[in-house]
């Protein structure tokens, strides 16, 4: 038997002269009305992919395999994690094994070594390292989000002091690290 959509699960009725859209840009990162970031992920790959053939060419050309690390890890690297601690939480498994499997080619290639980080522990760190920034600067715009500080201590221990209340989405930034070490 199949079950009706309520009324809830229904988008609300189109306005004249603007036009639905499926996917939107948003500061570079692509995001489906399905909160996906798929098609965000298989752009900035196919992209990278583009620029680490030109980084190939160099090689082909004489350039320093030193030179050719350094360019990979300031041009292509960063432009695989911008902007990740916003679209991390809303990629699936099969995203995460692209930009995984991304990074191999990359090892494979020479200008990334198998010692250093996965993408999901350089993702980790930039996470940790921009809640490091909210939490201990009362003025930074994302602050405001965090819940009131506490002064319960717990079984476990946390990397923050700040009230936890029932989790409610884990692909939220926030909320991802106020839970990160908990469940």
Known sequence: MRMRKS???LPPAPIQDIRRVTSIKILGIT??????????????????????????????????????????????LSKLLY????????????DKQRLEASLWRVVRCGLYSVDDPSFSQLVEDMDDNLFAKIQFNSH?????????KTDRTYLRPQSHSFTLSVKTDSRNYINRMLFKDIY
């Open 7 to 9: 009324t809830d699960d």
């Open 83 to 94: 902007a990740s601690p916003a679209w991390w939480g809303f990629t699936s498994a099969a």
């Open 140 to 148: 930074h715009v994302l602050y405001k989000l965090l819940p009131e």
């Open 31 to 76: 995001i489906t009305n399905h909160l996906s970031v798929g098609d965000h992920v298989r752009d900035v790959i196919s992209k990278c992919a583009q620029s680490l053939y030109a980084l190939k060419l160099l090689r082909n050309y004489g350039m320093c395999d030193d030179s050719l690390r350094h360019v990979y890890k300031v041009i292509i």
